[in-house]
């Protein structure tokens, strides 16, 4: 699996087996719009992705235990969003 980073317009780390799958997700369900042109887009590390996600503020919810963020990074075989943009929630 890979991971991806999309700066605009809304920021969201995305797991997905290729680019254009993520391009697909972003689309999808951050700009619900699939037609929309996207230019920002970056491959991240599994690193980097897992340090993000264990930093991603939930609302009224305190950081996840480091067992329950390397527990969901375990499950590599689904593509998915892990993290998105506040203001979309």
């Excluded at 809304?10 to 799958?21: F, T």
């Excluded at 699939?34 to 009224?60: C, H, M, Q, T, W």
Aim: net charge negative; charged share 35%; aromatic share 10%.
């Amino acid at each position: 699996m890979h991971y991806f980073e999309f700066e605009n317009p809304y920021y969201a780390l995305i797991r997905a087996s290729s680019k254009e799958k993520a391009k697909g997700i972003y689309r999808r369900v951050v700009l619900n719009d699939d037609n929309e042109p996207i230019d920002e887009i970056k491959e991240v590390s599994r690193d980097y992705a897992l340090l993000e996600f264990s930093r991603g503020e939930k609302e009224n919810v305190k950081l996840p235990e480091i067992e329950q963020v390397l527990k969901h990074f375990a499950m590599e075989d689904k593509d998915e969003i892990l993290l998105i943009d506040g203001s979309l929630i």
